[in-house]
């Protein structure tokens, strides 16, 4: 029963190219979430997705951030216009649903985007 | 704004020493405070608390919670080389989690 995968688990940009992170949840996980970790920092929400609906998206940034979990496929993570404050470790996590059990929240393994 | 702190930042001990790691949170909508390790993989689940008072025990590590104050504590007894993590608390919200920034705790031989 695999866990949650992320790939890449790097990827390297230059600045102003586009990023995508993909995350295939645990099977039978129908929610998605995505945090970031900046150096020296904790793990900050960014996104909180059920199949082909963004349920609460207010740990993102306003601008060239975006994401998405289509019906079928992966739930990817976009950044446009990378800067190199973007940097940072991106992880995925899953869920069967959402409710006081959070234990049940699965991590994928990271990603590390690096802006050069 | 919903935060949680942790300390101290990092931490340095020897092999055999009890450490105790802190967690002090101010959430809205609290539901249970969480506590992970990561080392250079994913976090991993480490204890869920929802109940004031009510210690919780994994082999050598254990947590209690304390509402009232808002604060919980992670000890961990005997330390092993293995136990060099970073430990990782969050305040679970209704829809949401808040992470602190973490206490990178390296254990010495």
């Known amino acids: 029963n695999a866990g949650v995968m992320q790939n890449p688990r790097h990827l390297v940009r230059r600045r102003g190219q586009e990023a995508r992170l993909r995350c295939s949840p645990m099977?039978?996980?129908?929610?998605v979430y995505w945090y970031r970790q900046l150096p020296e920092e904790g793990l900050k929400f960014m996104v909180y997705?059920?199949?082909?609906?963004?349920?609460?998206e207010s740990g993102m940034p306003k601008e060239r951030f975006s994401a998405e979990f289509p019906k079928e496929g992966p739930s990817i993570l976009r950044i446009q216009q990378v800067v190199r404050g973007d940097s940072a470790a991106y992880f995925c996590?899953?869920?069967?649903?959402?409710?006081?059990?959070?234990?049940?929240?699965?991590f994928g393994e990271g990603s590390w985007l690096t802006v050069v | 704004e919903d935060k949680v702190v942790q300390s101290p930042l990092s931490l340095v001990v020897h092999e055999g020493d009890t450490v105790t790691l802190n967690c002090s949170y101010e959430?809205?909508?609290?539901?249970?405070l969480l506590w992970y390790k990561q080392e250079k993989k994913a976090p991993t689940f480490l204890f869920m608390l929802t109940s004031s008072g009510i210690e919780k025990k994994s082999g050598r590590l254990s947590s209690i919670l304390d509402k009232k104050e808002l604060f919980s504590i992670l000890n961990i007894t005997a330390t092993q080389t293995g136990d060099s993590a970073i430990y990782l608390c969050a305040g679970e919200l209704n829809n949401d989690m808040r992470f602190g920034a973490g206490t990178r705790l390296t254990v010495k031989p």
């Open positions: 959430v809205t909508n609290f539901r249970s």
């Open positions: 997705l059920q199949k082909e609906n963004i349920i609460d």
């Open positions: 996590a899953s869920s069967p649903s959402w409710g006081s059990r959070g234990y049940t929240i699965y």
């Open positions: 099977k039978g996980h129908s929610h």
